[in-house]
């Protein structure tokens, strides 16, 4: 008597079935699907890599530095969520005690709502800030700062040159390292006072003077940054490659290079 085979299947010399090509094609189009869910669910609840192409957070972070961000920490928003922000609902799920001072947070440009910037959180909600000769105060109190070692790199002709370094102490007690590469003399050192509106934040980089941030309230601006584009708290740094051949910028791809480009000493360096 000849038994009939199951669909798709067909028997081995040892009496077992065996999936045929079909089978095994569609088998590993579910797999990819739910690697790619997975992907998803991570990068938009979860963490998103991101990295660093400007030198804003000098010496906080390089050119070349590769972050973690955790999207959790201030709960999520439409811009959490990978190309279909434009569609989903203002507001933000569980924005917990949202974005504290000395944060190092990415979010999204107020006047396009698409870039992602990458900066420190100065201000709050209420918060009157200002500059006043190189010096940062917030409400109306100078913000401590003591010098510490200068800070090497390069100048406008490619030469090696040390910066003035220093550590700021926030209202909160963070301590962070800001340099202040035309002294206490650049274009932002002297500005108006700022009040940060309700629901609206503050954001500056620890380049103090190479970086376009709140100070700027031109239309182009970064200006206040409201907390719904908030994409998450910059943790770690979990990658880092300096210049290549010839101090151009090295490529992450380029593996090769990595014996000499790869900063090993930012590896895993948690983010202050």
Same mark, same amino acid.
Do not use: Q, Y
């Given at each position: 008597m000849s038994v009939a085979?199951?669909?798709n299947k067909t028997p081995n010399s040892s009496g077992a079935v065996t999936k045929t090509k079909d089978g095994g094609i569609v088998e590993l189009i579910? @797999? @990819? #699907?739910?690697?790619l869910i997975i992907a998803l669910v991570v990068r938009t609840a979860l963490f998103q890599p991101f990295n660093i192409p400007s030198g804003s957070l000098i010496?906080?972070?390089l050119v070349g530095d590769y972050v973690m961000v955790s999207k959790y920490s201030y709960g999520w928003s439409r811009y959490s969520v990978p190309l279909i922000s434009d569609i989903l609902p203002a507001g933000r799920i569980w924005s917990g005690d949202g974005p504290q001072r000395g944060d190092v947070a990415v979010f999204k440009l107020p006047s396009d709502n698409s870039t992602d910037y990458?900066?420190? #959180?100065i201000g709050l909600p209420g918060d009157h800030i200002q500059m006043k000769e190189g010096r940062l105060y917030i409400n109306q109190t100078i913000v401590p700062r003591e010098a510490a070692k200068p800070f090497q790199m390069k100048d406008s002709f490619g030469r090696d040159v040390d910066v003035p370094t220093y550590v700021e102490t926030l209202p909160n007690g #963070?301590?962070?390292? @800001?340099i202040e590469v035309s002294g206490d003399t650049g274009y932002y050192d002297n500005t108006e006072e700022f009040? #940060?509106?309700a629901g609206h934040y503050f954001m500056m980089g620890d380049n103090r003077d190479n970086s376009d941030d709140s100070r700027d309230m031109t239309n182009s601006g970064v200006g206040y940054v409201p907390l719904d584009n908030f994409v998450g708290k910059a943790q770690i740094i979990f990658f880092s490659v300096g210049d290549g051949p010839e101090d151009k910028s090295a490529s992450v791809l380029a593996f090769w290079q990595w014996p000499w480009t790869v900063r090993g000493s930012r590896l895993f360096s948690l983010i202050h």
């Open positions: 085979s199951e669909p579910k @797999i @990819i #699907v739910h690697a010496p906080t972070l990458i900066k420190r #959180v #963070v301590k962070h390292r @800001i009040v #940060v509106p």
